[in-house]
Protein backbone atom coordinates (compact mmCIF):
# COMPACT_ATOMS: atom_id res chain seq x y z
CA UNK A 1 0.00 0.00 0.00
CA UNK A 2 1.45 3.08 -0.94
CA UNK A 3 0.15 5.07 1.64
CA UNK A 4 1.26 2.93 4.40
CA UNK A 5 4.84 2.83 2.74
CA UNK A 6 4.47 7.28 2.81
CA UNK A 7 3.99 6.95 5.99
CA UNK A 8 6.86 5.14 7.32
CA UNK A 9 9.34 7.22 4.99
CA UNK A 10 7.68 10.47 6.21
CA UNK A 11 6.38 10.17 9.52
CA UNK A 12 7.57 6.62 11.55
CA UNK A 13 11.53 7.00 10.29
CA UNK A 14 11.83 11.15 10.66
CA UNK A 15 11.65 11.57 14.21
CA UNK A 16 14.48 8.77 15.03
CA UNK A 17 16.90 9.90 11.63
CA UNK A 18 16.78 13.20 13.34
CA UNK A 19 17.63 12.04 16.95
CA UNK A 20 20.42 10.12 15.69
CA UNK A 21 22.26 13.32 15.14
CA UNK A 22 22.60 13.67 19.06
CA UNK A 23 24.79 10.71 19.76
CA UNK A 24 27.54 10.61 21.50
CA UNK A 25 31.12 9.67 20.43
CA UNK A 26 31.86 5.82 20.02
CA UNK A 27 33.48 4.93 23.50
CA UNK A 28 36.21 3.25 21.40
CA UNK A 29 36.72 6.06 18.83
CA UNK A 30 40.50 6.57 20.31
CA UNK A 31 41.42 2.92 19.35
CA UNK A 32 40.47 3.05 15.85
CA UNK A 33 43.19 3.90 13.40
CA UNK A 34 42.59 6.69 11.35
CA UNK A 35 40.80 6.36 7.84
CA UNK A 36 43.42 6.39 5.04
CA UNK A 37 43.08 9.14 2.54
CA UNK A 38 41.82 6.88 -0.55
CA UNK A 39 39.49 4.50 2.09
CA UNK A 40 36.03 4.36 0.49
CA UNK A 41 33.47 5.74 3.13
CA UNK A 42 31.14 2.55 2.91
CA UNK A 43 33.91 -0.01 2.58
CA UNK A 44 33.16 -3.76 1.81
CA UNK A 45 32.34 -4.61 5.16
CA UNK A 46 30.03 -2.01 5.67
CA UNK A 47 28.18 -2.31 2.54
CA UNK A 48 28.01 -6.55 3.38
CA UNK A 49 26.00 -5.31 6.72
CA UNK A 50 23.65 -3.28 5.40
CA UNK A 51 23.32 -5.91 3.48
CA UNK A 52 22.39 -8.52 5.67
CA UNK A 53 20.38 -6.00 7.74
CA UNK A 54 18.36 -4.96 4.73
CA UNK A 55 17.48 -8.62 3.60
CA UNK A 56 16.35 -9.81 7.33
CA UNK A 57 13.92 -7.00 6.89
CA UNK A 58 12.60 -7.80 3.66
CA UNK A 59 12.33 -11.80 5.02
CA UNK A 60 10.89 -10.69 8.20
CA UNK A 61 8.31 -8.25 6.38
CA UNK A 62 7.52 -10.58 4.10
CA UNK A 63 7.61 -13.61 6.48
CA UNK A 64 5.30 -12.47 8.85
CA UNK A 65 2.33 -12.07 6.19
CA UNK A 66 3.12 -15.22 4.46
CA UNK A 67 3.00 -17.10 8.35
CA UNK A 68 -0.06 -15.09 9.34
CA UNK A 69 -2.31 -17.05 6.18
CA UNK A 70 -0.25 -20.56 6.60
CA UNK A 71 0.65 -20.77 9.97
CA UNK A 72 -0.89 -18.20 12.43
CA UNK A 73 -3.85 -20.11 14.27
CA UNK A 74 -5.11 -17.06 15.46
CA UNK A 75 -8.38 -16.66 18.20
CA UNK A 76 -9.73 -14.67 14.81
CA UNK A 77 -11.16 -17.93 13.03
CA UNK A 78 -9.42 -16.61 9.98
CA UNK A 79 -8.56 -19.87 7.82
CA UNK A 80 -4.87 -21.41 6.72
CA UNK A 81 -4.35 -21.87 3.41
CA UNK A 82 -1.02 -23.76 2.24
CA UNK A 83 2.11 -22.03 0.26
CA UNK A 84 1.34 -23.04 -2.60
CA UNK A 85 -2.11 -21.63 -2.50
CA UNK A 86 -0.97 -18.43 -1.19
CA UNK A 87 2.27 -18.06 -3.99
CA UNK A 88 -1.29 -18.97 -6.55
CA UNK A 89 -3.59 -17.14 -5.30
CA UNK A 90 -5.06 -15.97 -8.86
CA UNK A 91 -5.83 -19.45 -9.34
CA UNK A 92 -8.13 -19.02 -6.48
CA UNK A 93 -11.92 -19.39 -9.21
CA UNK A 94 -10.18 -22.43 -10.95
CA UNK A 95 -9.80 -24.17 -7.05
CA UNK A 96 -12.71 -27.20 -6.46
CA UNK A 97 -13.75 -27.29 -3.05
CA UNK A 98 -12.19 -23.87 -1.74
CA UNK A 99 -13.65 -22.25 1.11
CA UNK A 100 -12.84 -20.39 4.08
CA UNK A 101 -14.32 -18.87 6.81
CA UNK A 102 -15.84 -15.67 7.93
CA UNK A 103 -13.97 -13.61 9.65
CA UNK A 104 -14.20 -10.14 11.81
CA UNK A 105 -17.48 -9.15 10.15
CA UNK A 106 -15.46 -10.21 6.45
CA UNK A 107 -17.95 -12.71 4.64
CA UNK A 108 -16.30 -15.12 1.94
CA UNK A 109 -19.42 -17.12 1.74
CA UNK A 110 -20.07 -15.72 -1.64
CA UNK A 111 -16.94 -15.46 -3.04
CA UNK A 112 -13.85 -17.28 -0.76
CA UNK A 113 -10.87 -15.46 -3.39
CA UNK A 114 -11.89 -12.36 -1.78
CA UNK A 115 -9.79 -14.17 0.99
CA UNK A 116 -7.16 -13.03 -0.48
CA UNK A 117 -7.51 -9.91 -0.98
CA UNK A 118 -10.31 -7.82 0.82
CA UNK A 119 -8.71 -10.58 3.52
CA UNK A 120 -5.60 -9.78 3.73
CA UNK A 121 -6.13 -6.18 6.14
CA UNK A 122 -4.46 -7.84 8.73
CA UNK A 123 -2.03 -9.52 7.02
CA UNK A 124 -0.77 -6.01 5.56
CA UNK A 125 -1.11 -4.85 9.09
CA UNK A 126 1.04 -7.10 10.75
CA UNK A 127 3.76 -6.37 7.76
CA UNK A 128 3.68 -2.59 8.19
CA UNK A 129 4.07 -3.24 11.99
CA UNK A 130 6.63 -5.24 11.49
CA UNK A 131 8.65 -2.54 9.58
CA UNK A 132 7.98 -0.06 11.60
CA UNK A 133 9.63 -1.91 14.50
CA UNK A 134 12.38 -2.82 12.89
CA UNK A 135 13.19 0.68 12.10
CA UNK A 136 13.08 1.80 15.36
CA UNK A 137 14.92 -1.07 16.31
CA UNK A 138 18.15 -0.16 13.37
CA UNK A 139 17.73 3.14 15.06
CA UNK A 140 19.04 1.44 18.79
CA UNK A 141 21.75 -0.49 16.47
CA UNK A 142 23.11 2.35 14.93
CA UNK A 143 23.93 4.38 18.40
CA UNK A 144 27.35 3.21 17.32
CA UNK A 145 28.92 1.73 14.18
CA UNK A 146 30.60 -1.11 15.88
CA UNK A 147 29.76 -0.74 19.69
CA UNK A 148 27.26 -3.40 21.30
CA UNK A 149 24.15 -2.14 22.92
CA UNK A 150 25.61 -3.04 26.20
CA UNK A 151 28.57 -0.92 25.69
CA UNK A 152 26.38 1.68 24.51
CA UNK A 153 22.83 1.43 25.90
CA UNK A 154 20.08 3.73 24.42
CA UNK A 155 19.73 5.89 26.91
CA UNK A 156 23.41 7.69 26.28
CA UNK A 157 20.75 9.42 23.57
CA UNK A 158 17.33 10.00 25.59
CA UNK A 159 16.41 12.53 22.18
CA UNK A 160 16.36 8.71 20.51
CA UNK A 161 14.36 7.45 22.47
CA UNK A 162 11.78 10.25 22.97
CA UNK A 163 12.06 9.43 18.92
CA UNK A 164 11.23 6.33 18.91
CA UNK A 165 8.29 6.66 21.61
CA UNK A 166 6.58 9.04 19.36
CA UNK A 167 7.16 7.14 16.48
CA UNK A 168 5.60 4.31 17.81
CA UNK A 169 2.68 6.41 19.53
CA UNK A 170 2.09 7.83 15.62
CA UNK A 171 1.97 4.24 14.80
CA UNK A 172 -0.58 3.64 17.48
CA UNK A 173 -2.70 6.28 16.28
CA UNK A 174 -3.24 4.54 12.77
CA UNK A 175 -4.08 1.22 14.21
CA UNK A 176 -6.73 2.23 16.96
CA UNK A 177 -7.80 5.36 15.68
CA UNK A 178 -11.07 3.66 13.45
CA UNK A 179 -11.27 6.42 10.76
CA UNK A 180 -7.76 6.37 10.45
CA UNK A 181 -7.56 2.41 9.83
CA UNK A 182 -9.94 2.56 7.37
CA UNK A 183 -7.30 6.18 5.11
CA UNK A 184 -4.40 3.40 5.69
CA UNK A 185 -6.53 -0.24 4.68
CA UNK A 186 -5.06 -1.58 8.15
CA UNK A 187 -6.99 -3.12 11.21
CA UNK A 188 -6.00 -2.94 15.26
CA UNK A 189 -3.78 -5.79 16.52
CA UNK A 190 -4.21 -7.36 19.82
CA UNK A 191 -1.57 -8.73 22.41
CA UNK A 192 -1.17 -12.13 20.62
CA UNK A 193 -0.18 -10.50 17.44
CA UNK A 194 1.95 -7.77 19.41
CA UNK A 195 4.18 -10.81 20.88
CA UNK A 196 4.24 -11.70 16.65
CA UNK A 197 5.48 -8.90 15.45
CA UNK A 198 8.35 -8.57 18.11
CA UNK A 199 9.54 -12.01 17.43
CA UNK A 200 9.85 -11.16 13.54
CA UNK A 201 11.77 -7.70 14.74
CA UNK A 202 14.00 -8.41 17.51
CA UNK A 203 16.38 -10.86 15.88
CA UNK A 204 17.55 -7.69 13.90
CA UNK A 205 18.99 -6.51 16.72
CA UNK A 206 21.10 -9.57 17.49
CA UNK A 207 22.03 -10.04 13.91
CA UNK A 208 23.37 -6.74 13.67
CA UNK A 209 25.28 -7.29 17.15
CA UNK A 210 26.80 -10.41 15.65
CA UNK A 211 27.90 -8.12 12.50
CA UNK A 212 28.91 -5.39 15.02
CA UNK A 213 31.20 -8.30 17.35
CA UNK A 214 32.82 -9.44 13.68
CA UNK A 215 33.49 -5.58 13.02
CA UNK A 216 35.53 -5.43 15.89
CA UNK A 217 37.57 -8.05 15.59
CA UNK A 218 38.79 -6.76 12.00
CA UNK A 219 39.40 -3.42 13.65
CA UNK A 220 41.49 -4.41 16.31
CA UNK A 221 43.11 -6.53 13.56
CA UNK A 222 43.55 -3.33 11.50
CA UNK A 223 44.99 -1.33 14.32
CA UNK A 224 47.78 -3.96 15.42
CA UNK A 225 48.55 -4.19 11.24
CA UNK A 226 48.82 -0.71 11.12
CA UNK A 227 51.09 -0.10 14.18
CA UNK A 228 53.41 -2.86 13.22
CA UNK A 229 54.17 -1.68 9.59
CA UNK A 230 55.09 2.17 11.68
Not at 9 to 18: H, I, R, S, Y
Not at 153 to 176: D, E, F, K, R, T
Request: a negative charge; proline letters at 5%.
Amino acid sequence: NSVQLLWVNLVTDGPPATALGFNPADINIMKKAPRKQDESLITGWVFFRYMVIGIYVGLATVGIFIYWYTGFAHTDGHTLVSFEQLTHWHQCPTWENFSVANFEGLDFSKNPCHYFTDGKVKASTLSLSVLVVIEMLNALNALSEDGSLVQMPPWVNPWLILAIIGSIGMHMVILYIPFMTQIFSIAPLDYTEWMLVLKFSIPVIIIDEILKFVGRMFTERELKQRLKEE
